[in-house]
Structure formats: C-alpha cells, structure tokens
C-alpha cells in the first residue's frame, strides 16, 4: 500500500517535474528568442559585463512587462522542481533499503533452512535500518538541493520586482550607488547561494549513486551519476565567479536539468521486474 502510495505521488509530481523542464529547456529559450532578443535584451545584458548597468535598467524600463514575463517564467519553472531534490532522496534510500534486502535474501537461501519461527525471527533481525552508509550525503543533497531552489526563486522574485522598480525610476538618468549595490547582492543570493546548493546537491546524488554502480542501480542512472559529478564542478566553478563579478541571474540549467531527468527513470525502479 505504501508502495502503491509513493509511486502515485511520484507520478503525480512527475508531471510537475516535466512541466517544469519543459519551461526551462524550451519554454524559456523561445520566450528569449521570439520576445526579448528581437527588442535589444541581448545588447542590454552584454552591457552589463562591462560596468554599463544604467542600459540593463533603461531597457527593462522601456520592456516592464516582457521582462517580468520572463522572470515569471524562471520563478514557475523552479518551483514546480520543489520537491525534486527529497523525491530523488527517497528514490535512493528505497533503493539501498532494496538492495540490502536482495543480499540478505541471497545469504539465507544458500543456509539450511531451520524453523518457522526461526526464519522469521532472522527476517526480523535483519530488517535494514536507514543507517546505510553514505545516508548523510544523501540528506546534505536533499537539504542542498531544496533550499537551492528556494534562493534561486526568492532571488529571482525579489531582483524582479526591483529591478522592474528601479527600471521606472532610472530610463533616463544614471542609477546610483546603491542600486548596483543591491544588485550585486540579490545576484548573490540567486547565483552563487543558490546555483552553488544545486551545484553541492548535484555533487552529493551523483557521488551516492556513482558509488554503488551497477550492482545496484540501472545502467541510465549510472551515466546520471557520473554526469552530476561533472555538472557539479562545472557549477560550482560558475557560483564562484559569479560572487566576484555579480550578474543578473543565470539559470544553472544544467544542474537543474541532471536533476530533472531523473524523474523518469524514477518510477521505472520500482515496477515489478525492473532492474
């Protein structure tokens, strides 16, 4: 029943899941290419990597809506992702859970098989407990990876609205000191905080699941494990530099998309006959 339970939620959250993927792989991109590109964002983004703030403002002054059309749509695609990071978490425990029950099983049948009661009470002793080695990390990518979401999109909402704020006050004159200042921050709690708890949560699931390969998990999961361990120095390095050099948000689409694409896989590990 509880079986039957965890696979109906995570059916119905897989949906949410792929939703929010589909926002960030295609919904975003076209939305940059057919609305904001064709009026300057581009132009105005660039100008920001070489000190020019007070364009960046102009032009989302000039664009209020397109551009918080475009936050909106970064803001309901991660947090459609909220429960990813714990539902990738209880994948994995059922998974170990599993796999110990598989060994365990293996070691009594090549015994001689004693009493009714006897069996019954080693079933009971050798019950797996979730204090499986590598647990911590799995709890540390969870944690990682929900309040990574949570900055990103509570950073994403608050430059949104000030930026949007400061765009009306500053089309034609120079912002001051205090609204880059601001910038540089928000920038910080969304890139670096956030993209680098993705990047950390990545760097965890990877690690657990690279750990025990192909003895325990599918060949598709493995090359996930492997491909997190990459993505995650890749997006840590990117959160590093971001805290040097503040910009507006950038996606960590790639740490977001590793974690996305497990959810598909997720419910193929525990139907009936799946390996």
Not at 44 to 70: C, D, K, M, P
Not at 215 to 220: F, T
Request: proline share 4%; with cysteine; charged share 15%.
């Amino acid at each position: 029943m509880k079986k039957r339970s965890f696979l109906s939620r995570l059916h119905t959250n897989g949906t949410y899941y792929l939703v929010g993927a589909l926002l960030l792989l295609l919904g975003v991109p076209l939305y940059q290419f057919l609305v904001l590109i064709p009026q300057g964002y581009n132009d105005a983004l660039a100008a920001t990597s070489r000190g020019h703030f007070t364009a960046y403002l102009v032009w989302i002054g000039n664009h209020e809506v397109q551009f918080i059309g475009y936050r909106a749509l970064l803001a309901i695609a991660f947090a459609l992702l909220l429960s990813l990071p714990f539902t990738l978490f209880r994948i994995i425990v059922a998974q170990e859970v599993l796999g110990r029950e598989e060994d365990e099983e293996g070691q009594v049948a090549d015994e001689e098989e004693g009493s009714e009661e006897t069996e019954q009470t080693d079933k009971t002793e050798s019950t797996p407990t979730l204090n499986w080695r590598g647990k911590g990390f799995a709890v540390l990518a969870a944690w990682g990876g929900l309040f990574g979401i949570i900055l990103y999109v509570l950073g994403i909402v608050a430059s949104t609205i000030y930026l949007a704020s400061a765009g009306a006050q500053f089309i034609v004159s120079k912002p001051g000191e205090a609204v880059t200042t601001i910038q540089a921050i928000l920038s910080i709690i969304t890139n670096t905080a956030g993209g680098g708890l993705l990047a950390l949560s990545c760097l965890f699931f990877g690690a657990m699941i690279a750990r025990s390969g192909i003895k325990l998990w599918p060949g598709i999961w493995v090359a996930f494990g492997y491909m997190a361990l990459a993505l995650a120095a890749l997006f840590s390095g990117s959160a590093v530099e971001v805290a040097t050099a503040p910009t507006p948000p950038i996606c960590p689409l790639g740490a977001v998309v590793w974690l996305d694409a497990c959810a598909p896989e997720a419910g193929r590990i525990g139907r009936p006959g799946s390996t």
